[in-house]
């Protein structure tokens, strides 16, 4: 099925590891984006990359980094991860469907630091 | 600076009414986009409904209706005959025509429906 597909969907680290989360899109889409959601809030952006080969920060960029492999792909680094990280993240693209912007989520990536 | 508002952190209703979950925004840009989204314990993002800026209409999908108050800055949904399966987080988000089309949320409304 066309879509937003998330690796991994459970993670524990602990404090100062490192990790990459993976995103891959089959849509098309050119649009990629990267949100976490704490509880109580609602969805943060973290980096959106409009483009292949654009990447820009969002609201809550730090400790993190992107990487737009290709058109399908966006990547979100911790390179010491920290407890305050520890949060449900989601990846998104965004394209149009019909005749609506359409927004498509993956399932999300549970990240717990200690 | 753009913006989304839900006052209502949580919202009861009895089975088979109608409930209305608020939202405001703030924007200067003339060109938006306002979305629903449902997110049920299992956590996933479901898209409910759209308005864009320049409907002059209400956008309608099934038993969801928005109530689009440009003028107030107002983004309502409306679910009417609510089902036990309505009951889940419900976020409102704008949608910018620049900065890559990113979306804002707001922080959300626990709806939980009462049989």
């Known amino acids: 099925n066309a879509g937003v597909t998330q690796t991994p969907k459970f993670q524990v680290l602990k404090t100062g590891q490192s990790m990459t989360l993976q995103c891959a899109q089959d849509?098309?889409?050119?649009?990629m984006y990267w949100y976490r959601q704490d509880p109580g809030m609602g969805l943060r952006l973290i980096y959106y990359?409009?483009?292949?080969?654009?990447?820009d920060k969002g609201e809550v960029p730090n400790g993190y980094n992107v990487s737009r492999l290709n058109k399908r792909e966006f990547s979100l680094r911790l390179e010491s991860a920290a407890p305050s990280q520890t949060s449900v993240y989601f990846c998104a693209s965004s394209g149009r469907t019909g005749h609506l912007p359409g927004y498509t989520f993956g399932s999300g990536t549970r990240l717990t630091v200690v | 600076a753009q913006k989304i508002t839900q006052t209502q952190p949580g919202m009861f209703v009895q089975e088979k009414e109608a409930v209305t979950l608020d939202c405001t925004y703030d924007?200067?840009?003339?060109?938006?986009?306002l979305f629903w989204y449902k997110q049920p314990s299992s956590g996933e993002m479901i898209f409910l409904i759209y308005?864009?800026?320049?409907?002059?209409q209400n956008a309608t999908e099934g038993r969801y209706s928005l109530n689009f108050q440009k003028a107030r800055k107002s983004a309502n949904l409306v679910i009417s005959a609510s089902q036990l399966g309505d009951s889940a987080m419900y976020f409102c988000?704008?949608?910018?025509?620049?900065?890559?089309?990113?979306?804002?949320f707001g922080q959300g409304t626990e709806l939980s429906v009462k049989p």
């Open positions: 849509m098309n889409h050119n649009s």
């Open positions: 988000a704008m949608r910018t025509y620049n900065q890559g089309g990113k979306l804002i």
């Open positions: 308005q864009g800026s320049y409907d002059e």
């Open positions: 924007t200067s840009d003339q060109s938006y986009g």
């Open positions: 990359s409009a483009s292949e080969g654009t990447t």
